[in-house]
């Protein structure tokens, strides 16, 4: 296969971070992080580390592994829910049923260092405004057609579209433009809505694409294999915006059974995998499977470990806290914990009464307690939340001071804001991914009571929580992995973007988390987001009690598996013993 064209550039930041890891300026995990979105392959980081530590560090996913056996199929328990366009993805579970059919431009490994996949290399300008990346040569669609600029363009140009209703467009914010839609908000004024501003992509030949931005930002790379950024044909609108319609992609296998709420069956394509030919640990190297089965036993239920227990699957998505002990009971079972900065948020609409009133929003989330919900749901293998949704495994979070409840301070407050009886509130939650929501909401409607709040919980099916998660005064959302804080902040918090559920909007936050991401310094950029986490804090905008560890059970005939802190599936090495 050719490569693309183009010497190596080596990015002038390089230097300054391993000045930084070579004085203690940055830690190892956040120097590999930094380098590889810099351009630097990820064997080249760690080899770098290592002579800057004295230490022999190796890609630890390239590890030795028994002789793999081609053939078989990997059954797993997850839900399979509606799938139609990937752009539009808001689910985990949706992505891993197509993700080995439709391919993303880069990967972000268990190891939190991310490495190129249908572009073979990138580079950023010196003040990251532009990114290039250099598509690898010789990939053809299961339709025959070459993989070639066309179609990243053509990606990127829908994601930003409004009408496409994409949550990419809060990770690609700063391609971006606000322009008046002609409608009018309540008030008479122009309402205004977000597009891809001219010229913010660009093709410069068949196999290389350049990104303009309106300002620096350097999680590029990373956000490119955010679920929702799989990369489609250039004709997928031709052919409905569906992935069951037009099952075309570039990966190794494609959809041949597909039943919502029941299964989704993966074949290999009857072509070569352009990928066999890469030394790559996770994309790379002969693929073994024959085929991947996904059975649908509900959303982290006793049933997806019931159907490992009895050999219905080889392995789940994932299982809940209270089946650890009987998991680790199966014979031949291997449980994988995963460090995480997955959470739930009891978030509140900030234009819907009473959550329009910053009091009242402030007394709500006085009343919360984090500290005693790891230890309540998950036996102490959680994380105390802080209410700003940054987590303390992401490389940028800033310790800020504690907080602390104040049942008196909420009561004043309610009364300030006309409500000196207290007020009753009703929370939906749809356990989208376990009981354990139901449960803090439980608690903190114990919390909520001495201030004269009374909560009722309204408890729905998942797939109808999921249907006006979006659109409820006050729920309770499930908020997957993340590996950057930044990512999570603009996906769910910048004005105006589709996946602003409290639909909050503050230019002074939307300011300060564009500062934030402009930084590629270290301890500088933990200083700025300081200010961005204070103003969403401060703002009351969500109760997030915890964070949360992630568990899944697999059986030790499945080999090289590595479980993905966001639940991402990459089976290409996985291979299953006899």
């Keep these: 296969m050719a490569r693309a064209t183009g010497a190596r550039r080596i990015h002038p930041l390089v230097r300054r971070m391993k000045e930084q890891l070579a004085t203690g300026g940055c830690d190892r995990r956040e120097f590999l992080r930094t380098v590889a979105l810099l351009g630097v392959s990820a064997p080249a980081a760690y080899a770098m580390a290592g002579r800057i530590l004295g230490e022999n560090l190796v890609d630890p996913l390239q590890a030795a592994q028994d002789t793999p056996r081609k053939g078989g199929i990997l059954r797993v328990s997850m839900p399979v829910p509606e799938i139609k366009d990937p752009a539009t993805f808001d689910w985990t579970e949706k992505s891993n049923c197509v993700r080995h059919m439709i391919e993303y431009l ?85 309402k205004m809505g977000k597009r891809m501003r001219a010229g913010a992509v660009e093709k410069l030949d068949d196999y290389t694409v350049r990104l303009n931005l309106s300002r620096p930002v350097l999680s590029i790379p990373e956000n490119l294999f955010n679920y929702p950024t799989a990369i489609v044909h250039r004709d997928f609108d031709r052919n409905g915006a569906d992935v069951l319609a037009f099952r075309v992609g570039t990966g190794p296998y494609t959809i041949a059974e597909f039943a919502v709420g029941e299964k ?187 201030a004269g709040i009374r909560l009722n919980i309204n408890v729905m099916p998942a797939p109808q929580y999921w249907e006006i998660w979006d659109k409820t005064p006050f729920g309770m959302t499930a908020w997957t992995h993340r590996p950057l804080g930044t990512m999570v902040l603009s996906l769910g918090y910048r004005c105006g973007v589709p996946w ?50 992630s568990f899944t059970v697999a059986a030790e005939k499945v080999k090289n598996f590595h479980a993905h802190p966001t639940q991402y599936h990459l089976f290409h090495r996985v291979w299953v013993d006899a």
């Design 106 to 190: 880069t990967y972000t490994g268990p190891d939190n260092v991310t490495r190129p996949y249908l572009a073979e290399r990138w580079e950023a300008s010196d003040d990251l405004t532009q990114w290039t990346f250099y598509l690898r040569r010789g990939i053809r669609w299961h339709n025959g057609d070459s993989f070639n600029a066309d179609d990243v363009v053509f990606n990127f140009t829908r994601w930003l579209d409004p009408a496409t209703g994409s949550s990419n467009q809060g990770l690609f914010a700063a391609m971006t433009e606000e322009y008046e839609t002609g409608e009018k908000n309540e008030d008479g004024s122009p």
């Design 264 to 450: 989704c069956i993966l074949e290999r394509v009857d072509q070569p995998y352009w990928g066999e030919e890469l030394d790559d640990p996770f994309i790379g190297g002969p693929i073994y499977l024959d085929e991947i089965h996904y059975y649908d036993h509900g959303p982290a239920s006793a049933a997806q470990l019931a159907a490992f227990a009895s050999g219905q699957v080889d392995m789940t998505f994932e299982i809940g806290k209270d089946s650890l002990q009987m998991a680790q009971s199966v014979p031949g079972a291997v449980l994988y914990e995963v460090t995480t900065a997955r959470t739930g948020v009891m978030r509140m609409q900030v234009d819907r009464k009473p959550f329009d009133d910053l009091r009242v929003r402030r007394a709500i989330q006085l009343c919360c307690d984090a500290k005693v919900y790891p230890e309540l749901v998950y036996l102490g293998r959680g994380t105390v939340g802080e209410h700003h949704h940054v987590s303390p495994i992401h490389p940028e979070y800033f310790p800020l001071p504690p907080f602390e409840p104040n049942v008196e301070e909420a009561r004043s407050l309610l009364a300030e804001a006309g409500y000196p009886d207290g007020l009753e509130l009703t929370i939906d939650v749809g356990n989208t991914n376990g009981p354990w929501q139901q449960q803090v909401c439980e608690i903190f409607r114990e919390q909520l009571a001495p």
């Design 500 to 549: 602003n559920e409290t639909h909050y909007c503050n230019k002074a936050f939307d300011e300060a988390l564009d500062a934030a991401e402009s930084t590629v310094d270290v301890a500088e950029r933990r200083k700025l987001m300081e200010k961005v986490e204070r103003i969403l804090q401060q703002d009351a905008v969500i109760v997030q009690p915890l964070w949360q560890p």
